[in-house]
Nanobody, 115 residues
Framework: QVQLVESGGGLVQPGGSLRLSCTAS????????MAWYRQAPGKQRELVAL???????NYVDSVKGRFTISGDFAKNTVYLQMNSLKPEDTAVYYC?????????WGQGTQVTVSS
């Protein structure tokens, strides 16, 4: 079974930057969307950023202007560049890749923003 593997999380000071990466352990064909979600302690998982193979991109309002999603659908690889990080960005970040009738998730990577 194909797995998604995230990397790039860690501890960073407020105002700092991190780049998350997500790759698949094998090939997942016909993926239409790739996304990043996050879940903070005691909160529901929320969609942070999403990109479609047709080039549409969406962000949750709280990260607009600070985060950038990019991806390579042929390689099942997606990135999240996070700049100007704030303490409220602290969460476990999950990669997601989907097509009709199929969804794959990564195991999550911790991002902690603290001085």
């Amino acid at each position: 079974q194909v797995q998604l593997v995230e990397s790039g999380g860690g501890l960073v000071q407020p105002g700092g930057s991190l780049r998350l990466s997500c790759t698949a352990s094998g090939s997942i064909f016909s993926i239409n969307t790739m996304a990043w979600y996050r879940q903070a302690p005691g909160k529901q998982r929320e969609l942070v950023a999403l990109i479609t193979r047709w080039g549409n991109i969406n962000y949750v309002d709280s990260v607009k202007g600070r985060f950038t999603i990019s991806g390579d659908f042929a390689k099942n690889t997606v990135y999240l560049q996070m700049n100007s990080l704030k303490p409220e960005d602290t969460a476990v970040y999950y990669c997601n890749q989907e097509r009709v009738g199929y969804a794959a998730w990564g195991q999550g990577t911790q991002v902690t923003v603290s001085s």
